[in-house]
């Protein structure tokens, strides 16, 4: 299961981006999301952030981000209409509590809180896009031109975390056949219990770090100024992905400044539609940002179009 | 480079590698040059280009998350140019043969691959003197040819200066132009191997091939240093083909009389991974009170899973594992540890106390056990009483596995299980390793052990089972598996086959071989030399 939320090499169209472009693209679409606030809007971003998912072949990668954007949506769709005294359709008021007063559950509490779940679910799916289309190393390498040491440190750290969670279980079942029953003992005894685990996978730790620095020592390491290997080339296709973010970014952030993005839910809901900038500016965004999901999906058809860009 | 461990083998190979003294500090003395110069003034970078080192546990050797990235790392270090990186990467991957995993990530290679790539990023900076510790310790016997043959051919038709240290010296002594003996911290011998076998032989040190300390013992002119050479010597040497002996009947203690029952059996066990992968199929085996058993197979065959399975460690899906007639999944609470010891692959895993002693009273004090002596009388068996009060951490890896074991041992378990624990020893610890289980199985304990070790389980274990994919293939004894088989089998064994029926270990070609030279049948050949 854990490996499924990781990157996996399958040779989609997605993954044979240029990083940079990949991480423009994805930034544009977080950018929005945090940004446009018409419910409309966010669900138009959520679209195409499923498709995108859909065309890089993770729809069961993202069940698993589903379950957890799920509950905390309806966490904040419970919660927010209790504890929002603000809106002016009153649906139901509740018993006074010392404190808190009355509380009022009201539709425009409810209307918000379901925008906001919305919301969520668009930019953890947006890290789940990320995940299963960039591949973690050239994102770092991007870095490694101005922060070469922490783009290394970095990198051991994500090469051992695999190896490190392998070794925690079989120290785990090594002291469960010592006699450590971790079921057992109150609260505190069983943090000593798991902090012993811990404890053991530090010692083993630091002495394998003695090694893979004798290691990185032996291959001319801190002998002078690094260069830095990067197999990445810039193509055509990234050129369309770069513009077509930066068109959505660009028209996203000019139709908020005049107010097409934005919606106000408090005292009372407003008009969805407003007139047909609104609609048209949602259609220009949302056409820019699925470029990508429309190109996949063309070069998957037409191999002529994938020689081409 | 051969020599016992602590015999300072692998410091002079840091030394050759330039990492001793400016990597570890400490005092050192004499010089040590390169080419003609001192090897301490050279730039660190030149140093590089010029000798490369490849350590002995592929896992801690590597940086990167990728495959390229990691052979590109050293000569990132180096501070060259886009496109030479570029060309030496791409040449070092076609050379090895690393080209379909070129986009793989390094956490998903297996133990021989990820020791050919820690190769390859030494190879890409390329140097012309490469320095190898104890390479393929950690391999199995496919990935440790596969890396044998790479070294030779490197050798062969590159021209790379080699230095080599290896324990498990039948597979390489051939290569070998020098041979050098460490002892002590001091090079005691230096020479071609022909000699060098003699001299060991005469000193009585046992690290030469098997073969060659036959022959010379025998007193044969020439000690051979293959198979193959040693099969031609033997053939011309008998001039009656001696008659093949009845495959050796010696059984281990009988197993079969019904008045003793099982101490472990497992029946009907399946296994599957959380992931789908269907790891044991039908496993039926019983182990009586005495046995000493071991389970020999591929990587991936199951043994690592069977014995976890026997140890409690995971729960089968169908079958039972019944130790001393009880199921140890279906009691409420489980404490299999008790009954079974289990010693896995990494003893690093057990230790975390601040001194030996204290680690064998952890374990009896989690199981509410009293210390009536038997602290003292482990750590006395097992040669641990003058490490009693030293931090288990301060300790080599053969005593660390020691205390490892003792930890276990403390509850007086009738059941012995042991995952690979001849991995990375050299000779002597073995030997004491394997007269230590036998004298416990001759106590009444029963041991269970994998290892990929043929020749350790012909010298100790009367009982072999063979594994492949998930099934039990063979079960029987060392002479009925090991004897018949023609691939499984000891460098020995491999020597006698079809000559002399019957021999798998040294003492049992001395004995068979030896009064054949006395009564005349066979003749010694080969000229000395």
């Known amino acids: 299961m854990l490996d499924k939320l990781f990157y996996k090499e399958k040779g989609l169209f997605l993954q044979s981006l240029h990083p940079l472009a990949a991480l423009a693209y994805l930034g544009t679409l977080l950018v929005l999301a945090l940004v446009f606030t018409n419910p409309l809007y966010l669900l138009g971003i959520l679209l195409v952030v499923v498709l995108a998912i859909r065309a890089s072949d993770g729809l069961e990668a993202w069940e698993s981000y589903l379950k957890i954007a799920l509950f905390m949506m309806v966490m904040i769709m419970l919660i927010n209409p209790l504890v929002s005294p603000a809106g002016s359709t009153i649906i139901w008021q509740g018993p006074r509590i010392p404190v808190f007063g009355r509380p009022t559950v009201s539709l425009e509490a409810i209307c918000y809180g379901a925008a906001m779940g919305v919301r969520l679910l668009s930019i953890i799916s947006i890290f789940c896009l990320y995940n299963l289309v960039v591949h973690p190393d050239k994102a770092l390498n991007l870095f490694s031109r101005f922060a070469g040491k922490s783009v290394l440190v970095i990198s051991l750290a994500t090469r ?7 070794e925690l279980e079989n120290i785990r079942g090594v002291q469960w056949l010592r006699g450590v029953d971790f079921s057992k003992g109150s609260a505190r005894e069983k943090v000593r219990k798991y902090s012993s685990l811990v404890n053991i996978l530090l010692l083993s730790s630091l002495e394998g770090s003695l090694e893979t620095a004798e290691s990185m020592q032996a291959r001319a390491f801190g002998s002078g100024p690094r260069t830095c ?26 139709g908020l400044f005049n107010g097409f993005g934005s919606f106000t839910f408090y005292p009372r809901l407003d008009y969805l539609i407003s007139g047909p900038g609104t609609v048209a500016l949602l259609l220009i965004v949302l056409f820019s940002l699925s470029v990508p999901v429309l190109i996949g999906w063309g070069c998957e058809r037409w191999p002529y179009l994938n020689s081409k860009i | 480079m051969a020599g016992e461990s602590g015999s300072g083998k692998s410091s002079l190979a840091r030394v050759l590698a330039g990492l001793i003294p400016d990597f570890y500090g400490g005092r050192f003395g004499g010089k040590v040059y390169f080419q003609g110069r001192e090897m301490r003034g050279m730039d660190r970078r030149k140093l590089a280009r010029q000798v490369g080192m490849v350590f002995q546990d592929p ?32 040449e070092v991957l076609s050379f090895l043969g690393l080209t379909e995993l070129r986009q793989e990530f390094t956490s998903g290679l297996s133990g021989g691959q990820k020791q ?20 393929t310790s950690q391999l199995d016997p496919v990935a440790a040819e596969d890396f044998f043959n790479l070294i030779k051919r490197l050798n062969e038709e590159l021209g790379f200066t080699i230095v080599l240290i290896e324990q498990r010296l039948e597979r390489c002594f051939h290569l070998a132009d020098r041979v050098v003996f460490m002892e002590g911290g001091r090079i005691v011998q230096d020479d071609v191997p022909v000699q060098a076998v003699r001299w060991a032989v005469r000193s009585g040190k046992a690290l030469v091939p098997p073969v060659a300390r036959l022959f010379s013992v025998l007193e044969f002119p020439s000690p051979p240093v293959t198979v193959k050479e040693g099969r031609r010597q033997l053939r011309q040497s008998f001039s009656v083909r001696p008659v093949s002996d009845e495959p050796d009947s010696r059984k281990i203690p009988t197993s079969t009389s019904t008045d003793r029952s099982p101490l472990l059996e497992i029946k009907n066990l399946w296994f599957t991974y959380a992931n789908g992968r269907e790891a044991l199929q039908d496993i039926n085996l019983r182990v009586n009170p005495g046995e000493f058993v071991a389970i020999l197979g591929e990587n991936g065959a199951g043994k690592s899973t069977l014995l976890k399975n026997m140890a409690g460690l995971l729960r089968p899906g169908r079958g039972k594992v019944l130790i001393k007639e009880s199921d140890i999944n279906k009691k409420r609470e489980r404490y299999p540890g008790r009954l079974a010891a289990y010693l896995s692959q990494n003893p690093n895993d057990y230790l975390f106390q601040d001194t030996v002693e204290d680690e064998l009273l952890f374990t009896l004090k989690n199981f509410g056990m009293e210390d009536n002596g038997i602290v ?32 276990v041992l403390v509850t007086g378990p009738e059941l012995l299980l042991l995952d690979e624990p001849t991995r990375g020893l050299d000779y002597h610890l073995k030997a004491g390793l394997g007269i230590f289980l036998a004298e416990r199985a001759a106590a009444g304990a029963s041991v269970v052990l994998t290892t990929h070790d043929v020749e350790f389980a012909a010298e100790y274990a009367p009982r ?5 994919a998930g099934r039990i293939v063979s079960d029987g004894t060392r002479h ?26 040294f003492d049992e070609a001395v004995e068979k071989i030896r009064p054949l030279l006395s009564s005349q049948t066979v003749t010694r050949t080969g000229t000395e030399k």
């Not at chain 1, 990445?232 to 992905?241: I, Q, V």
């Open chain 2, 464 to 468: 072999v089972v063979m594994m492949f």
């Open chain 2, 116 to 135: 050919k790539l820690a190769l390859a990023a030494v190879l890409a900076m390329q140097p012309q003197v490469l320095v190898l510790d104890e390479p």
């Open chain 1, 160 to 166: 051992m975390f695999p190896a490190m969670v392998r």
């Open chain 2, 376 to 407: 003292d009388d482990l750590l006395e068996e097992l040669q641990l009483s003058c490490h009693r009060r030293i931090n288990p951490r301060d300790l080599s890896s053969g005593e660390r596995q020691r205390v490892a074991l003792a930890s």
């Open chain 2, 59 to 90: 896992e801690k050797q590597l940086v990167m998350t990728g495959v390229e990235a990691e052979i590109a790392f050293g000569l990132e270090n180096l501070g060259l140019p886009q496109k030479e990186m570029f060309r030496r990467v791409a």
């Open chain 1, 229 to 254: 290997f990067s197999r990445n080339r810039w193509r055509s296709r990234d050129t369309l992905f770069l513009s077509g973010s930066a068109c959505a970014l660009g028209a996203g952030l000019w």
């Open chain 2, 480 to 505: 009925e598996i090991l004897g018949q088989s023609v691939f499984y089998s000891t460098q020995i064994g491999k020597l006698c086959r079809g000559l002399c029926d019957g021999i798998l270990t």
